[in-house]
């Protein structure tokens, strides 16, 4: 019940917060809870929402998606190796 409070809260901050202040939460919630998947749905959104024209990473415009992905991929290793994880 607490993710799915998580992830409500997170997509309405996608909405009312500072894209920054979203962006940290997502990443919070991608160390709190296990399998958090709906950070990469968040990724693709920020790309939807802010991505069009506006930041381009060497011509590469799906930058937040991208980075996401791999926090996701790198969080699963980053949680094995913490201590107080």
Excluded: Q
């Amino acid at each position: 019940m607490l993710r799915v409070f998580a992830s409500i809260a997170l997509f309405i901050s996608f909405f009312v917060l500072p894209w920054w202040l979203t962006f940290i939460f997502a990443i919070c919630l991608v160390f709190y809870f296990n399998f958090f998947a709906e950070a990469i749905i968040l990724g693709y959104l920020f790309d939807s929402i802010y991505g069009g024209n506006g930041i381009h990473f060497f011509g590469f415009s799906h930058f937040f998606f991208v980075f996401f992905l791999a926090f996701f991929l790198i969080s699963f290793w980053l949680k094995k190796m913490l201590k107080f994880y």
